[in-house]
């Protein structure tokens, strides 16, 4: 039997996604296709635009066989964190054969290369100085690791080429390498396999996919980025043309949960969220002393200048959006920006981070939905995995060690904040965690 897993947000699940479950269960001749995905908040640090569980539905539906989450605390992390954590969940089942992801040069090999030249780079004394330096220059992480490596690659692995160098400073590659290294320091027998990602990570036009064909090698596929800004429009006319042009970028199930709801439900904005941020902002700032540190400084990714520049802008706060663009700079990108206030917003401290770190990332699992054909995957998982496999709460608190008990509270904490915000906007009832079945596909997969 051969098991793939895959790690993803699905925020939403478009063609594009569509396309690599196929083409990784072809490719790594996959008997069963295993998802691990983020909860409601995501690594850009912004919530999903559809709760978890329709998120686990559209994979389901799509092709997907059993999908676990990512514990938020990994899910709305850095590109290291994020890989570790969710390579953890794949290894620790003790089943999962390979580990297919998208990257923009589609080369594992090359993707291994660069994983094992940075661990090898991070050793040395030199690596970091250059980093610093670049840093202090103003350059953002990527930027600076990627000119830090610049300097040592002769000694390390030859001439830094134009390719080495996207290697370092495009989405998904960065992704892919932290992929490797998290294998590689986890020895884990997963197998690495990288598939050659269509269309640009930050496209915001929309594509037509072909109808006849929408899985053709010349398919170009919407962004994530640019369905979630299309479905942001609010005027009447333009929403219903973008309904249309939306239909042959999404499939059937993601379209039929995004659209055609019976439940007096609907998306959610990171702007949803802007009163609460406030609020909560005001409350750790408003009671802080002259003189002492920063409260903002123990949250994950909040550094002292960060945490300054938060509390000066603090009263010009006009919603989310608006707050990241005076927050960013040539050191601080936006995205940096809006995750540093997702980790504040979700009380997600950077001890605790340092501390699963230290520990080897050991995180939980727990299911989010699983198809009827996978009752013989479970079965295999059930004696295999490193740890139990769950998906009822009240057995999970009985289940879980001290070390992850917290990891699972912050999920119940960030999916509560999350409904408390759906709940507001839509005026439908709070869906408790504790209350949340496991899902199964509502429509029949491909």
Not at 237 to 243: D, I, Q, S
Not at 289 to 302: A, E, M, N, Q, R
Not at 409 to 418: L, P, T
């Amino acid at each position: 039997m051969t098991v793939t897993g895959i790690i993803a947000e699905y925020n939403p699940l478009h063609k594009g996604h569509e396309y690599q479950l196929k083409e990784a269960r072809r490719l790594t001749g996959a008997d069963y296709i295993i998802v691990v995905m983020s909860g409601c908040f995501t690594q850009r640090g912004t919530p999903a635009v559809l709760d978890k569980y329709e998120r686990a539905r559209m994979a389901l539906s799509c092709g997907a066989d059993l999908v676990l989450e990512l514990p938020v605390r990994f899910a709305c992390a850095s590109a290291e964190y994020f890989a570790s954590g969710a390579v953890s969940v794949l290894n620790r089942l003790g089943c999962v054969d390979y580990l297919c992801f998208g990257s923009e040069c589609g080369d594992t090999q090359a993707l291994l290369s660069a994983a094992a030249l940075l661990s090898r780079a991070e050793r040395t004394p030199e690596y970091h100085q250059k980093l610093q330096e670049a840093q202090k220059a103003g350059l953002s992480f990527p930027a600076a690791r990627s000119r830090a490596l610049e300097s040592l690659w002769g000694k390390l692995s030859g001439d830094f080429s134009e390719a080495a160098s996207s290697l370092f400073s495009l989405p998904n590659n960065i992704l892919g390498i932290e992929y490797c290294r998290a294998l590689m320091a986890l020895h884990s027998p997963i197998h690495p396999f990288s598939i050659r990602r269509k269309g640009n990570y930050h496209d915001t036009g929309l594509k037509e996919t072909p109808a006849n064909d929408p899985f053709a090698s010349d398919a170009s596929f919407s962004s994530a980025s640019a369905i979630r800004a299309a479905m942001q429009r609010t005027d009447e006319t333009a929403a219903a043309e973008t309904k249309e042009r939306l239909f042959s970028s999404l499939p059937a199930a993601s379209y039929r949960l995004l659209f055609e709801r019976t439940d007096g439900r609907g998306i959610v904005t990171e702007e949803d969220f802007s009163p609460l941020l406030r609020y909560h902002l005001l409350q750790l700032l408003e009671g802080g002393s002259i003189g002492k540190p920063s409260p903002l400084t123990t949250f994950t990714d909040v550094t002292p200048s960060l945490a300054d520049k938060i509390g000066n802008s603090l009263y010009s706060f006009t919603g989310w959006d608006d707050f990241c663009l005076r927050l960013r700079s040539r050191d601080l990108p936006y995205t940096r920006a809006s995750r540093s206030l997702c980790h504040i917003l979700l009380n997600l401290r950077q001890k605790m981070l340092d501390e699963s770190k230290a520990e080897g990332f050991p995180v939980y699992l727990r299911m989010l939905g699983f198809s009827e054909r996978a009752l013989p995957l479970l079965g295999i998982i059930k004696k295999q995995a490193s740890s139990s496999l769950f998906s009822r709460l009240p057995a999970a608190r009985e289940q879980l060690s001290p070390t992850l008990l917290p990891l699972l509270e912050e999920e119940i904490r960030a999916s509560h904040i999350y409904q408390t915000v759906v709940s507001g906007k839509y005026g439908t009832p709070f869906l408790h965690e504790y209350q949340r079945q496991i899902i199964t596909p509502l429509f029949p997969g491909p």
